[in-house]
């Protein structure tokens, strides 16, 4: 299981680290900006993941391949910027496929850490949101995570459907297909079918009534 | 104690997610963006609290209660805005009660790892304000706990009483009490009262100056 | 080497306490606002660090000295504004020794609690930025540290450096002052002399285009 969770863990540490740049170009990040934004988005739902089951240090500060993924996704950005914006639809999928893989990874470490099911499920949601929060959060946005249709709501399946095939002790690679076919049907869906949850209909006034804290 | 912090924890975590659930609301995020910021808001502080005491994984991970809590507000929320939006001031104290017991369990379970008095006031107020910094943080916001009038100084206050009665020996379902007590006079007398703290009065051109860094 | 990762500590501590602080006078917070951005600019680098290597509590929190400096910024910037914001210079001066000093205590701390190069090289740059990111992110602010001239890559220097030295098996004296004085020269040459890395040049529409996450 540990050379599943690597595996999953470099791809989805790649494509979040192309989202990072992304924005780091876009907000007219100097270079080594762009590189920091694309090692926090890559890396920082899997450091939460570990700080909050207690391996530390963190895979993705012990490990150098983590940093390395990230500084090759953020120099391939921020040289072929043009390409990459061109290729924005793959882009979207490959983010489609990195929630998925980090949404199962964070629940099948959090078992391997003997956590419960509930709290693996958490996880592995947490796992997968986590690096988009971030990204968002340093250009100074409302994380999209938030926003986007059934973002949160895929991860939380495929991580779901992980920590269940877990429990009826599955096959682990079946239960890890099947947790990243879960994860990304839910996001395509969104994408391309315009699958959406529903939003309260609030009045201008509602909007802009002031926080009572 | 540790029925004791499990509680305060408990109340604190549902009105807490109450309030990150309105602003979620407010902000237009669908259902599952507002569970999210309930669970955020609600929990952020004590999973800081546990991080920064080494009390991995965090009770609001490992145990579902904290969970199903947060989710409860969240839904109520979403399927009640309008009920919930009318009862706003009402929110506003469950807020500060909110506020106290955090500050209260923060530095009570500080203390039974072993902390000094000193880190335990410090970890008691980072864990009453903790969520609602997040909570603004999420919605790109400046956190309204560093501008509303005393509210850091009240969970400051809650924690200190808790932690100097404790150090005196007293009961701890007394110094629990105080220690709420003198939060919520020091929170309800600034909302209802007017109590505040000094600004520095900085010129129009302080204002815009633009940061050295 | 633990006396010198305290003294570089503190040091660090007190300048970025008063960043933070003028930060937040500047956003028109009151006293205890002002504090609290005084702590979490001087605090946020170590407890990081601390929580990233597994050092709980974290010495920030359990040590009242990093306390006790952090407020002594925080009030002389609140009582004193006026002559601290004359002295701006001399605190972007500050500003810059505190990075330095930051980023090498944090990759000689990574170092001591047995993390691998690559790994304390990461950790001092995190330790060195992480106080101003959460500064700016508190204020709603995208990080100045991202944007400013060399200033991630001064930090990476600077831990570099020091890293290179202990692998060599140097005196650490000598590589903790050639790594603060490789920091502090790409950053004041940054300052005064104009250095600084590309940015790509994007185009108008490619500024305004829509996140696809």
Redesign the interface.
């Known amino acids: 299981m540990e050379t599943l969770v690597l595996g999953l863990d470099l791809v989805g540490t790649f494509v979040f680290a192309l ?1 990072g740049a ?16 694309a090692f926090a988005a890559g890396n920082a739902g899997g ?1 939460t993941r570990d ?4 391996a ?3 895979a993705a ?2 490990d ?1 391949r983590y ?1 390395v993924i990230s500084l090759l996704a953020g120099v391939a950005t ?1 040289w072929r ?1 043009g390409t990459v ?1 061109r290729l ?1 639809n793959a ?2 999928l490959f ?1 489609a496929l990195g929630l998925a893989v980090f949404a199962v990874s964070g629940a099948l470490k959090a078992l391997a ?1 003997g ?2 099911p ?2 693996a499920v ?2 592995g949601t947490l796992t997968g ?1 986590g690096g ?2 971030l990204r ?18 895929a991860a ?1 399946a495929g991580a779901g459907v992980v920590v269940i095939g877990e429990a009826l002790q599955l096959p682990t690679t079946a239960t890890t297909a099947a947790g990243v076919a879960a994860c990304l049907a839910l996001r395509l869906g969104s994408i391309y079918l315009g699958w ?5 209909a ?1 009045s201008k006034s ?2 802009t ?1 002031r ?3």
Request: aromatic share 8%.
């Open positions: 989202s992304m924005a780091g170009v876009r907000h007219r990040l100097d270079v080594f900006g762009v590189l920091v934004l450091i700080l909050l089951i207690g530390v240090p963190p500060i012990a150098w940093l921020f910027y914006r924005q882009v979207l983010d850490f956590l419960n509930v709290a958490l996880l949101i988009g929060m968002d959060i340093l250009v100074a946005q409302i994380p999209t995570v938030l926003r986007a249709e059934l973002y949160a709501v939380l959406h949850l529903p939003t309260v609030t509602a909007e009534h926080d009572p804290h």
